[in-house]
């Protein structure tokens, strides 16, 4: 039996049968080739040049070290402010390196704003602030997004439309609900409580808490379920430890938040004994030189940069933990 070669079909016989479409053939026979669609401020072909190369990372260096310095700057100016003397921080033009280095500010601050009472006092607020958050806002989301109760939508929607009012607007109903408790009748003032119960009704944390525990697995809720395992104890043996990301970022929050505010601890708490660091600062600030104050400043912004600095992964994982399923 003869061999028999088959001729492959050339590319007007393939286009007409369908194996090849019309226009990805014309442009074949044309000489042109497909180049990969690329989307961006930066082409590939643009960093293979010098000149591109060198215009990117000049542009890069200039814009991130410009707002890096936005942002710094006035921490540095913090710092190095309180090593100089007064007469050097009314000297204009202003100095940037400090002539003189006195840390000996620095023991005068707490010494004279007792530093370590208000220190404290925020300490005391900041943590129960944090407690209450985790135990109230965690149970509610928990209750939204896994028990689904009736009116949950609504809820929810009712939490999520606080956000939209301005503090501001709001503040002197919160006011008048920590003057005289509902109810109850008790007066809240110059007690953590006026604190505490206004950081734990915090609508964007239970959204937050509820967004990821929507991305934990149906399957484990249920076969917990099937083994007989109360909501309680889903929620510590099955929920919590899986959500480890997103509640270093309540807990934090909800401590910076308390660690920073200082208007509403100026109004709940005007008693001196009971005052936070923010207030405590202010309120004895038109007594101190400027260095002096300065130097307080410093001291109470330690706390939360180093909270930062050590639970900085935490913030970002926890951030972006949920927003995709899987």
Known sequence: MPNVTVEPSPPATRAARGLESPSRARKRRSGRT??????????????????????????????????????????????????????????????????????????????????????????????GAWLLTLAFDVSAAYALSKLRPVLGKLVLGLMLATLMIPPMVILLPAYLTAK??????????????????????????????????????????????????????ILWSIVLPVSRPILGVVSILSVINVWKDFIWPLLVLPDQEKMSISVGIASLSAQLPQNVLLAA??????????????FQRSIMAGLTAGSLKG
């Open 34 to 127: 497909t180049t990969r669609e690329f989307r961006g401020v930066v082409s590939p072909h643009t960093l293979t040049t010098r000149r591109g190369r060198v215009l990117y990372w000049t542009v890069l260096i200039l814009v991130v070290t410009s707002f890096t310095a936005a942002f710094v700057f006035p921490l540095y100016w913090m710092i190095t402010g309180a090593l100089k003397s007064p007469e050097e921080l009314a000297q204009i033009p202003p100095t940037f390196f400090p002539t003189a280095f006195d840390f000996g500010v620095y023991a005068e601050a707490w010494e004279l704003l007792d530093l370590g009472l208000f220190l404290r006092n925020t300490v005391l607020y900041a943590g």
């Open 180 to 233: 005289e408790l509902p109810i109850l009748g008790w007066d809240l003032l110059n007690t953590p409580w006026a604190i505490w119960l206004p950081a734990v009704a915090n609508g964007f944390f239970v959204f937050l808490l509820k967004r990821f525990f929507d991305s934990i697995p149906r399957e484990l809720i249920e076969a917990a379920q099937i083994d007989g395992a109360s909501p309680f104890r």
């Open 297 to 310: 400043l410093v001291i109470a912004s330690i706390p939360t940069i180093v909270v930062f600095f050590i």
